[in-house]
């Protein structure tokens, strides 16, 4: 007799997010070792859910969709990993709260400074620049790609994936301050719901370069989106 997994998918699904986070941290410097314990946590759970005669179809489906995305995940990590051991920064460092730093193509001895980090902005034009470069220099070509969790806007590769954990990061934390419950939270429609709020800034206002802030108000937490002016732009 077939048995639920429903535990696990959400276990996984919540601590795949968590270890997204913490990846990034320590390609950025903050954390000194890789977050190994958190993974082969995750790992062991993914196998023994793998093994188990699951009974509903959409639970199979489901770990099959949170297996396929996990490998996309590992993927790039090890890659970034071994830019790391070799002495290289990689083609992209880490998405930093509200800015990007740029992707050198320099040596290490000829690093810029680091891009100020700011707590109140995310600069969506250039995540969208800084992730499409990350995924076109660190994901080999796939024989299929796969469909798209959503409609891509028109300003955005169809097969790049934009990273916006750090602004999710700030989202969660700030409803963590109000004494919210955040388990429920889930970045992919955090994601959707960026994306969707600002292609109806570009339709309505024409801008192509936004900012989007986390911001409290009256006991809320609300994501705020608002057109900017791109650098050296008069008016």
């Not at 997010?17 to 946590?41: A, C, H, N, W």
């Not at 959707?192 to 709020?197: G, P």
């Not at 206002?205 to 108000?217: D, N, Y």
């Amino acid at each position: 007799m077939g048995i639920s997994i429903e535990r696990e998918l959400v276990f996984l699904e919540r601590n795949i997010t968590t270890l997204r986070v913490e990846y990034e941290r320590f390609f950025g410097g903050e954390l000194k070792r890789p977050p190994v314990q958190s993974r082969r946590t995750i790992e062991d759970v993914l196998r023994r859910a793998g093994n188990a005669e699951v009974d509903k179809a959409a639970e199979r489906f489901r770990l099959q969709s949170i297996q396929s995305r996990y490998n996309s995940f590992v993927e790039i990590w090890d890659k970034r990993m071994r830019a790391k051991e070799e002495g290289t920064t990689g083609p992209v460092r880490r998405l930093a709260t509200g800015a990007v730093a740029p992707a050198p193509e320099a040596t290490p001895a000829a690093k810029k400074p680091a891009a100020k980090k700011t707590d109140s902005a995310a600069d969506v034009a250039a995540l969208l620049a800084a992730a499409e470069a990350a995924v076109a220099r660190t994901q080999p070509p796939v024989p299929a790609a796969t469909p798209p969790d959503a409609p891509a806007a028109p300003s955005v590769k169809p097969k790049s994936r934009v990273d916006f954990t750090p602004l999710f990061q700030r989202y969660v934390a700030a409803r963590q301050a109000l004494g919210e419950d955040v388990t429920k939270l889930r970045y992919e429609k955090f994601e959707e719901a960026v994306r969707r709020q600002a292609e109806e800034i570009r339709k309505r206002t024409g801008s192509s370069r936004l900012v989007f802030e986390v911001q409290t108000a009256e006991g809320r937490v609300k994501l705020v989106g608002r057109p900017v002016q791109a650098p050296g732009s008069k008016g």
